[in-house]
């Protein structure tokens, strides 16, 4: 079955406002309306875009200007706790958190379920979602964002990390054969180890020492649905690298 | 209650531990206790939680599942008996598992720092962010437990279990630090909240005594 086409704009300035329902392709819309707050020079998006498009469920994608910390008045209204990105919109309703938003997106649509039926292997899926979450955005952000010996520290203990949640795979992918929740909230890192790595010019994953993450990086990448919604890589170096010396600059 | 074959690993006085308990009580399941001395770690605990070998850990007919928060969902989704701790509907749920990680992810921490400050300052901010962290949950409360006792509504439900679990380290940081965090005027709801929670039939006995907890924290 292929995926619906998602619908796409930059939210420039719209104010307080719903978006309009004025417009007359909005009327012959399906009547579920499903709004993402993004990001698209951050990886965190993405995890909700995939486990959107696995499922077919058409979107507007609304892109917050973060790189100038612009966040717009609709972002401050539906998340106003954590007031930041990724934030799912259902029909009016906002959902924050990406886990969170995935186990909504799982219950709520149900081809393509991400989560096993099974209640130990659901148990075990959120397990790994969580390090990944907890453990492996740190590392990888921690290498980024340092210099000197605390990049030397981050380096080491990212490596350590990112070797323990390679314990997770199940096969070529943390969901088995093909790709379940892990993969989908994780994945994330498949691409932006790489744009990390090249910013910083240190190697953090390599075949050698960590074979498999190394082939599920490459096999993550290679699904149709994945690949579709990666930025383009030159956009995010060109701009990430602006962003490294701004945070390096601020911490010395 | 029931027959199972559930384990426990545990150390007093962690709220992390209490958090399973309550739902294991909710839903009348049998469980065995097995309490990790102070300072150490069993084989059986390495074994079962290698990545970040630290309790709670549930053994439900041998095999682990760890984190607290997991481990609640997982009694809800395995067992039948008792009431459901999260709700049925997706959105209802999505709202739960959102506070259970602002608390975990983002509150705890301010807790922990309130006990353990380098400095005043940091001890000051601090002692905000459990501040802030209580008037959300406080405004939380009215929306989510809809005028019932608890956010789960009538019966004990996941963000009670999530939050209550910490409600003896709350009282700590209160009475170290000389201040009222859960107040009848400023957090009427959660006020009256904390006393039907403690005294609920799942919950009372697991909640340790202020003091208690103050001499196992000072170790």
Not at chain 1, 50 to 76: I, R
Not at chain 1, 218 to 234: A, G
Not at chain 2, 88 to 96: C, E, F, G, H, I
Request: proline share 6%; with cysteine.
């Amino acid at each position: 079955m292929r995926p619906h086409q998602s619908f796409e704009r930059l939210a420039i300035n719209i104010g307080d406002e719903r978006l309009p329902k004025n417009n007359k392709r909005d009327r012959l819309m399906a009547t579920d309306e499903v709004i993402l707050i993004g990001f698209r020079g951050g990886p965190f998006s993405l995890i909700v875009e995939w486990a959107l498009k696995l499922k077919g469920v058409e979107y507007e994608y609304l892109d917050e200007d973060l790189f100038n910390n612009n966040k717009s008045p609709m972002l401050l209204q539906y998340n106003p706790v954590h007031k930041k990105v990724p934030v799912l919109v259902h029909n009016g309703k906002p959902v924050a958190e990406s886990l969170v938003i995935v186990e909504y997106i799982d219950e709520t649509w149900k081809q393509y379920p991400l989560l096993p039926d099974d209640p130990y292997d659901r148990a075990v899926a959120r397990f790994w979602a969580k390090y990944a979450e907890d453990k492996c955005k740190t590392a990888a952000f921690s290498v980024f964002a340092t210099v000197g010996e605390a990049q030397e520290n981050a380096t080491k203990e990212a490596r350590e990390i990112l070797k323990t949640f390679e314990k997770g795979l199940r096969g070529k992918f943390f969901g088995g054969e093909t790709i379940g929740f892990v993969d989908v909230v994780a994945g994330w890192i498949a691409y932006w180890i790489g744009v990390i790595e090249e910013i910083t010019g240190i190697n953090i994953v390599d075949k050698e020492t960590m074979p498999l993450l190394s082939e599920w990086f490459q096999n993550f990448l290679d699904v149709e649905i994945v690949k579709e919604r990666l930025p383009p890589r030159d956009k995010l170096l060109e701009k990430n690298k602006i962003f490294r010396e701004q945070l390096v600059a601020a911490s010395t | 209650m029931a027959a199972s074959d559930v384990k426990l690993l545990s150390t007093r006085g962690s709220p992390f531990v209490i958090r399973p308990r309550i739902a294991l009580n909710l839903k009348n399941i049998d469980y065995e206790f097995l309490e990790q001395p102070f300072g150490t770690k069993s084989e059986l605990l390495l074994k079962s939680n290698p990545v970040y070998k630290k309790i709670p850990i549930m053994i439900h007919n041998d095999k682990p599942i760890c984190e607290s928060l997991i481990i609640v969902q997982y009694i809800d989704e395995a067992f039948t008996s008792g009431p459901s701790i999260l709700p049925s509907d997706p959105y209802d749920r999505s709202v739960v598992r959102f506070w259970g990680s602002y608390i975990d992810d983002k509150w705890f921490s301010s807790l922990l720092a309130t006990l353990k400050p380098k400095t005043e300052e940091e001890k000051k901010t601090a002692i905000e962010g459990v501040s802030t962290g209580i008037e959300l949950l406080e405004e939380a409360f009215e929306k989510i437990s809809k005028g019932k006792d608890f956010f789960g509504g009538d019966t004990v439900g996941y963000i009670d279990i999530a939050l209550g679990a910490n409600l003896a380290l709350v009282k700590v940081v209160e009475k170290l630090n000389g201040v009222e965090l859960l107040d009848e005027t400023k957090t009427p709801n959660l006020y009256a909240w904390s006393e039907k929670f403690c005294s609920d039939p799942a919950v009372k006995d697991l909640i340790p005594e202020t003091d208690k907890l103050l001499e196992l924290l000072k170790r």
